[in-house]
């Protein structure tokens, strides 16, 4: 079974920060572009972050370039999203995702061809 599995998650006072991980398992996930969702109550699943296969590109959503960095580590099958100056708005489900090039160069829910189950990132103010 291919499975992607966050941790990482958890209550930190804005400003703060958190590291996600991301494991990989049942399928070498070393060639595909993985990223990083959210989503908030009420809200639709949007794209946070995205890296190719080869971990020399990245992608950002405006809202947290110079924040986030996304990283990976394929001899591990894990990718990580480094998350500084938290904000109340970051708050929300995140989930991982596993895709073709597409997902990496437009961070379309459409693109993603495996998900994680998630992990509540809240950000208190």
């Known amino acids: 079974q291919d499975l992607l599995v966050e941790s990482g998650g958890g209550l930190v006072q804005a400003g703060g920060s958190l590291r996600l991980s991301c494991v990989g398992s049942g399928h070498t996930f070393s060639r595909y572009a993985m990223g990083w969702f959210r989503q908030a109550p009420g809200k639709e699943r949007e794209f946070v972050a995205a890296?190719?296969?080869?971990?020399?590109?990245?992608h950002y959503a405006s809202s947290v370039k110079g924040r986030f960095t996304i990283s990976r580590d394929n001899a591990k099958n894990t990718v990580y999203l480094q998350m500084n100056s938290l904000k109340s708005e970051d708050t929300a489900v995140y989930y991982c995702?596993?895709?073709?090039?597409?997902?990496?160069?437009?961070?379309?829910?459409?693109?993603?061809?495996?998900w994680g189950q998630g992990t509540q990132v809240t950000v208190s103010s």
């Open positions: 995702a596993a895709g073709g090039d597409g997902l990496y160069s437009t961070g379309s829910v459409q693109e993603v061809d495996y």
């Open positions: 890296i190719l296969w080869s971990g020399l590109s990245e």
